[in-house]
Each structure stands twice: as C-alpha cells, then as structure tokens.
C-alpha cells in the first residue's frame, strides 16, 4: 500500500505569512495527489487537484506543486480564513486511496 | 438536491456489527464511484474503503480487510458499508463520499455529513 507523509504535522504562522506544506508519496504517484482543508465541524473541501490544478472558487493565494513522490501546498499570503487542517490524499491506485496525516495550521 | 446521507451508526460493542448506509440524491449515483472514509474523534481522515461505478472493484485499507465489505445497490442510489468484527479503533464518524473522476481519478468532491460509530463494551 502506498503511504503518505505530511510534514509539518502543526504549524503556527501569522496572518500575511507565506507557509508552505509537504507531502510525500512512499512511491511514486504521477501527479495522483490532491489536496483538501478542512475547518472544526466542517466536512473537507478540496482544493487542489492533480497536484496543482486549482478547484473553481478556490482564492489563488493557493498553488500547489509536484510529481512523483514529493508535493508540496503552499499558501501565499495567509488570511484568517485559512487556519485550517490540510490533508493531501493519493489516488494512484484507485479504488484505493490514502490521506497524508494532516497539518493543523494555527494562529501564532 | 445533491446530497449523501448516511445511516445505520451507533454504540456497539466490540466483536459486534453495523452495516452502514448512505442515500445518494440529485445525482447520477451510478455515474460514480464512492468510498467511506472515517474520522476518529480528534483525529485525521482515514480512507476506509471504495468501489467503483458497478461493483466490479472494491479497495480496503489494511486494517479492516476480511471484517468490512463495500457494496452498492445503483437501482436503490445506495451505498453500503458492512462492518463485522468491530474493534475499540473503529471508533469514528464514518463519512460516505463520492469519487469525481471528471476532475481528476479518485478526487472526493461530495461528502455526506457522516454517521458516528462507537465501539466500546
């Protein structure tokens, strides 16, 4: 089975900060590998899609990059409606999947 | 309306079962595939489970393959989770969500809002 690693697990960043998130495949994946945030109490919604192909409505403060086993989201300019969880999923191998562990990003 | 709502959770004790259902409406269920994915309390999103349009294939995470089974029913819209041998760390909501494979294979674009599974004695 293929597994991801998200890294951080939690970051703390301030309103304006440019942070970035990786996402590493345990193969490689192509660009099989999305992107999703997730908000308390809140079903996720998805980002990015095939690695870095934005989903209609989602701000361009948002880009994502990557092929094969390393991925990485990067936010531009953060606002206070992304403190959020992140979470990368691949679908290399579908119907199987597998979701990266999340990154909580927080307020400093 | 376009919604997933799912059923069937509740308190089980280990070793018990639960069979799971999710209700597609609004779109062309059989158009899809579909996968449960569940969240323990606090914790992060685990895929659980998906079949494609007709039932023809079927995937399982590691550590529910031989007690779970993922089933549809496209005449009924319906979607299917049998969970046998339920464990302590099944405990979680279980969301049912539908794979869009016009944006990218296996992308999850609609969630239900989940049915909560609790095991414990």
């Known amino acids: 089975d293929i597994q991801m690693t998200q890294s951080p697990s939690s970051l703390s960043a301030s309103v304006g900060d440019r942070v970035t998130i990786t996402c590493r495949a345990s193969q490689s994946i192509s660009t099989f590998l999305h992107w999703y945030q997730q908000k308390p109490g809140r079903v996720p919604d998805l980002l990015i899609f095939a690695a870095s192909t934005l989903q209609s409505g989602v701000p361009s403060r948002f880009s994502g990059t990557g092929s094969g086993t390393d991925f990485t989201l990067t936010i531009s300019s953060l606002q206070p409606e992304d403190f959020a969880t992140y979470y990368c999923?691949?679908?290399?191998?579908?119907?199987?999947?597998?979701f990266g562990q999340g990154t909580k990003l927080e307020i400093k | 309306e376009v919604q997933l709502v799912e059923s069937g959770g509740g308190v089980v004790r280990p070793g018990g079962s639960l069979r799971l259902s999710c209700a597609a409406s609004?779109?062309?269920?059989?158009?899809?595939?579909m996968s449960w994915v569940r969240q323990a309390p606090g914790k992060g999103l685990e895929w659980v489970s998906g079949i494609n349009w007709n039932g023809g294939s079927t995937g399982y995470v590691d550590s529910v393959k031989g007690r779970f089974t993922i089933s549809r029913d496209n005449a009924k819209n319906s979607l299917y989770l049998q969970m046998n041998s339920l464990r302590a760390e099944d405990t979680a909501l279980y969301y049912c969500?539908?794979?869009?494979?016009?944006?990218?294979?296996?992308?999850?674009?609609?969630w239900g809002q989940g049915t909560m599974v609790t095991v414990s004695s």
């Open positions: 609004g779109i062309t269920f059989e158009d899809y595939g």
């Open positions: 969500v539908r794979e869009n494979e016009g944006i990218a294979p296996g992308v999850f674009d609609l």
């Open positions: 999923q691949q679908t290399y191998n579908t119907p199987l999947s597998t």
